[in-house]
């Protein structure tokens, strides 16, 4: 089979490109071919990322003198990113060419036998700054195959007038399913009610598989590994300066913004995704704020504690759930204890390995599904059936 995929590859963060990588390598493993569409939202468009940050920035949107520094930081930041993020994606997915518009998939839709919207946050009209129609596969034909896996609204709950719109969408799909249980409960009050909750693609590669592809870092000394999206949070920053005091170990910051360096502990500044990967493997303590950094932290069965933003929580609530941890969210910004609490990885692994089946047990299903009811004759999906009973 062929299966392009649409999702938030584009967006210059770690956990999005690891993702979109995880995505095309499960779907592989089963015997597709697959293609990522190299679809730029607004946002990501690389000639207006700069003034977009600016703009949306509590701290650099301030005057003139802010917004000339946050140019300084943000160009150079960028820059690095486009760098580090092309080499990953060029080096270890398929893409398609370069998409700007559902308009414009519209007149030269990439071929594929099914059609899938990926993982991360695609849905969240908020985060994509609008209701992105190339994210719910608008540009295709009403009767073209297509599924979602492990997709994302982001929040819990929509706006009436949103719901009316994406329902007229989404009901297009074969199958849905989704990474948060509160998407199911978005779902059901649309009428939806036959999506399923999957692991996110990250989860469904264990260690290994993502050992495989680190690039390792020589680090002699233990240290906590923070690795924070929402800069601005000063309970976050002393929270990891009382914790380092406390275990005398030295913290090892990963951004992809320079300007992090102000904060507390060594900035590693937009290291390789590779590398990415070995100083998660490598580190004694992690404290994030990222749903893609728990992921990782429970994958590699580390001591770790989650502080959740402010905004688009739900998602780190829902893994913590899954995987019966609840208790590794701070809380108590005074309570340094929780991240020495033993975590019993040996039932966590056994519910991982569980999902997997489940979510891999969904992709497949959907896949025959797609098949049954495609009208394609002669080629295309008939052709591919005999291949699928013997995967399958």
């Not at 260690?207 to 240290?223: G, L, N």
């Not at 502990?265 to 998660?280: H, R």
């Not at 969210?329 to 569980?354: A, G, M, Q």
């Amino acid at each position: 089979m062929k299966i392009d995929v649409i999702t938030l590859h584009n967006v210059k963060n770690y956990g999005s490109a690891l993702q979109t990588y995880a995505t095309q390598k499960t779907l592989e493993k089963l015997g597709n071919e697959v293609e990522i569409i190299n679809y730029y939202r607004k946002v990501d468009v690389e000639e207006t990322m700069v003034k977009r940050r600016i703009d949306s920035s509590s701290i650099f949107s301030r005057n003139i003198i802010t917004k000339f520094i946050g140019k300084l930081f943000l160009t150079t930041s960028i820059n690095k990113q486009i760098e580090v993020f092309h080499k990953f994606l060029g080096k270890y997915v398929h893409l398609t060419k370069k998409y700007y518009s559902n308009e414009e998939l519209k007149k030269n839709t990439p071929k594929a036998d099914i059609y899938c919207t990926g993982s991360d946050q695609v849905w969240n009209s908020e985060w994509n700054e609008e209701i992105d129609r190339a994210l719910f596969l608008d540009f295709l034909e009403n009767d073209v195959p297509r599924f979602a896996y492990a997709s994302s609204f982001g929040k819990i709950e929509l706006e009436k007038k949103e719901e009316e719109e994406l329902k007229k969408m989404l009901i297009k799909y074969k199958r849905i399913s989704v990474r948060e249980n509160s998407a199911l409960k978005i779902l059901k009050k649309m009428g939806i009610d036959n999506a399923i909750q999957v692991l996110d693609p990250t989860l469904l590669l264990n260690k290994k598989a993502w050992k495989d592809i680190s690039e390792e870092v020589k680090i002699k000394k233990p240290y906590i590994l923070v690795y924070q999206l929402n800069s601005n949070n000063p309970k976050f920053d002393e929270y990891v300066k009382k914790l380092s005091k406390k275990k005398k170990m030295p913290v090892l910051r990963i951004s992809n913004v320079n300007y992090q360096f102000f904060k507390y502990g060594k900035l590693v500044f937009c290291p390789t995704i590779n590398e990415f990967l070995s100083y998660f493997d490598k580190a004694a303590y992690i404290v994030t704020d990222s749903f893609h950094a728990t992921g990782f932290a429970i994958n590699f069965n580390k001591k770790f504690v989650c502080i959740f933003p402010q905004k688009f929580s739900t998602r780190l609530q829902s893994i913590l759930e899954l995987t019966n941890l609840e208790e590794r969210r701070v809380n108590n910004f005074n309570d340094l204890t929780i991240i020495d609490k033993e975590i019993e990885y040996e039932k966590v692994n056994k519910i991982l390995d569980e999902e997997r089946k489940k979510s891999i047990n969904f992709i497949e299903e959907t896949i025959k599904e797609c098949i049954e009811r495609s009208k394609i004759n002669g080629g295309g999906l008939e052709s591919s059936v005999k291949k699928l009973q013997n995967l399958f």
